[in-house]
């Protein structure tokens, strides 16, 4: 059975700083590329990154520049370092691993990419 666990959530403030982390079991977590997506009340999902298995990283525009992914493929873990946050970044935030074996999802920030995801992580900036 494939579980993600995503944690390091939590309360801040506009400008502080969040390493969210995800440990994978269940499948070889070396073999398939991640996203982080979140959602925000009363939204739908949107990616936030993703990275390959050998750790080429993809952002979209709200997150270039101000988050970083990575995956320690040892610890079967991804992690999301989110720096600046604003309010906006306010959502629930999940660590998806991609359906495709090996290869990184030709549409990363297509959400049916992905058939593995975990129960989120809920993160609150305000303002």
């Known amino acids: 059975q494939v579980q993600l666990v995503e944690s390091g959530g939590g309360l801040v403030q506009t400008g502080d700083s969040l390493r969210l982390s995800c440990v994978v079991s269940g499948r070889t977590f070396s073999e398939y590329a991640m996203g982080w997506f979140r959602q925000a009340s009363g939204k739908g999902r949107e990616l936030v990154a993703a990275?390959?298995?050998?750790?080429?990283?993809f952002y979209t525009s709200s997150a270039k520049g101000r988050f970083a992914v990575s995956r320690d493929n040892a610890k079967n873990t991804v992690y999301l370092q989110m720096n600046i946050l604003k309010p906006e970044d306010t959502a629930v935030y999940y660590c998806?691993?991609?359906?495709?074996?090996?290869?990184?999802?030709?549409?990363?920030?297509?959400?049916?990419?992905?058939?593995?995801w975990g129960q989120g992580t809920q993160v609150t900036v305000s303002s």
């Open positions: 998806p691993s991609q359906r495709a074996i090996f290869t990184m999802a030709a549409n990363p920030w297509e959400a049916n990419e992905y058939n593995y």
């Open positions: 990275v390959s298995v050998d750790g080429i990283t």
